[in-house]
């Protein structure tokens, strides 16, 4: 059965400062991994996706690492900003399961960035 | 371009009642899956659609029924609802044929059972 586990559980970082949010998952047969955010009460909203072939995606400030073998991708975001603030998930699905909607959750990163 | 809708946005049941939750998908959509998320939790798979049918299942009784209708669009069913049901029910939607397709999210209903 696939876990996925996210650490720190809660951050407060101040503004402008580079930061790490860490996802290790269990089985490594995964066809991809996507990081979510998601604001107080909202849905998700998808910030990156990375296949199972691919080390790592950027978007903006944001870069996502993959290592497979390791069970273990990295959310890096640089220059924080307030509007930052909110929760970061990590999903991944499995091989099996190809369609790519049947994702496997971790407990979330809330992140809180002070002015 | 209309993302994922869901309706209602907030629902207040009592045990043992019945409630249907209803989602459209983003607009070239044809899968939806359904997902369940407690408070302070992540959000765990319920099941998942396409072409009317139940694909993929997760660990959930049969109380947790669903549809999916020619337009593509759910609806989520929980019979005789339990204090623990009460949590935000997401809607997510994707394009099965694409080589990538990242799910979409609704902003989910919030079902408090009493």
């Known amino acids: 059965k696939q876990e996925v586990t996210q650490i720190p559980a809660a951050l407060s970082v101040p503004e402008g400062e580079n930061l790490v949010l860490n996802c290790s998952f269990t089985d490594s047969a995964i066809y991809n991994l996507q990081w979510f955010r998601q604001d107080p009460g909202k849905g998700l909203t998808s910030l990156l996706l990375i296949q199972s072939s691919q080390r790592e995606q950027t978007s903006g400030r944001l870069n996502a690492s993959l290592d497979k073998s390791s069970g273990r991708s990295t959310l890096y975001i640089a220059a924080s900003q307030p509007g930052d603030s909110a929760t970061y998930l990590c999903a991944v699905s499995l091989r099996q399961e190809t369609s790519g909607s049947r994702l496997t959750f971790g407990e979330g990163t809330q992140l809180t960035v002070n002015p | 371009d209309a993302g994922v809708t869901q309706s209602p946005t907030h629902l207040i049941k009592t045990r043992g009642q019945q409630v249907t939750l209803r989602c459209s998908p983003k607009?070239?959509?044809?899968?939806v899956s359904w997902y369940q998320q407690a408070l302070g939790q992540g959000p765990q798979f319920i099941f998942q659609?396409?072409?009317?049918?139940?694909?993929q299942r997760g660990n959930f009784p049969d109380r947790f029924s669903g549809h999916q209708f020619p337009n593509y669009s759910s609806e989520l069913n929980v019979n005789a609802l339990l204090l623990g049901d009460s949590a935000l029910y997401l809607c997510a939607s994707s394009r099965r044929t694409a080589k990538v397709s990242p799910l979409h999210f609704g902003n989910g209903t919030r079902l408090t059972v009493t």
């Open positions: 607009s070239g959509h044809d899968t």
């Open positions: 659609y396409y072409e009317e049918e139940e694909r």
